[in-house]
């Protein structure tokens, strides 16, 4: 009768513990982030993977976080929900190592139970943006200008103004004193395309010029109108 009544209760206990639990994957990623064009790992770089589903009304939850060691080297053991499709990898989120850029990565399961993941980062380097309104018509004058938007950079790190007049909260200009200085972060070894637009007596010109960022100095464009 002993034996009866506890085969009995295996189904309830097994209810309330461990049965119960939500069934998971684990599996362990690990690799080395390097510099995209030495090719020499990095030190100090966050990573992070959150696993998602789009199943019902979708979940994304992150599941695992790390920074990598002196040899660029990180690991994560990370525990999957079942139904997650893919996992999502931040590299240097909020740019955190400074001089590198932030990419996202995704791979999609199911998974080996260990799985080797590398990745790169691009080089940054800053440029300064000189501008000034050096032949002023009117103070109809009008300026605004930018500059693509290749990689996920810090963008404007800081903006100085020499001249009286300020920006609109459209970043854009009017008037004769305009004068400053925008400095972005911007891929380095690249070309950076600047596009600005001008109009002054009811005439609208379009500008657009590269300039070539290098790695290791403050690279500079000035920009006179």
């Given amino acids: 009768m002993k ?22 994957d684990t599996i362990i990623i690990e690799g080395i982030v390097r510099d995209d064009l030495t090719l020499k790992s990095i030190r100090g770089v966050s990573v992070s993977a959150s696993a998602v589903s789009a199943v019902g009304f979708g979940r994304n939850e992150e599941v695992g976080r790390t920074i990598t060691d002196a040899d660029g080297h990180y690991r994560l053991q990370l525990k999957i929900f079942k139904e997650a499709e893919r996992l999502d990898f931040d590299i240097n989120g909020g740019n955190l190592t400074d001089g590198y850029t932030y990419i996202q990565e995704s791979i999609y399961t199911p998974l080996p139970d260990h799985h080797l993941l590398d990745f790169r ?11 000034k309104n050096a032949t002023p018509v009117s103070n109809s004058d009008f300026f605004y200008f930018g500059w693509d938007g290749t990689g996920w950079t810090k963008g404007i790190v800081n903006k100085e103004y020499c001249g009286s007049i300020m920006p609109s909260q459209a970043s854009t200009w009017t008037g004769k004193d305009v004068c400053g200085i925008y400095t ?3 891929i380095a070894e690249r ?18 010029d590269t300039v070539y960022v290098r790695r290791g100095i403050v690279n500079e464009f000035s920009l006179n109108y």
């Fill in 3 to 24: 034996k009866i009544f506890l085969i009995a209760l295996l189904p309830l206990v097994c209810l309330i513990s461990s049965c119960s639990k939500e069934p998971t």
């Fill in 121 to 131: 980062l691009n080089p940054t380097a800053l440029l300064k943006i000189k501008f």
């Fill in 191 to 208: 070309t950076t395309l600047i596009y600005w637009s001008v109009t002054k007596n009811n005439i609208i010109t379009n500008y657009r």
């Fill in 184 to 186: 972005i972060e911007r």
